[in-house]
């Protein structure tokens, strides 16, 4: 499997949307994918992430 991202995400002060899809490693049709949202911390690490599932 491969995470590839699927669109430009967001980010702001102290959050990150990232929006991705998990396709084969060979290539093929997406098999799942979401957005996730991050709170980042001071230090720009991610202090907590909470996922999507779109598909």
């Known amino acids: 499997m491969r995470v590839r991202r699927e669109r430009p995400g967001r980010r702001t002060a102290g959050r990150g ?3 991705w899809a998990m396709v084969p490693a060979g290539g093929g049709a997406v098999l799942g ?5 991050l709170l980042l911390a001071p230090d ?3 202090r907590s992430d909470c996922q999507f599932i779109t598909t």
């Open 33 to 37: 994918g979401g957005t996730d949202i």
């Open 17 to 19: 949307e990232p929006h």
């Open 44 to 46: 720009g690490l991610i």
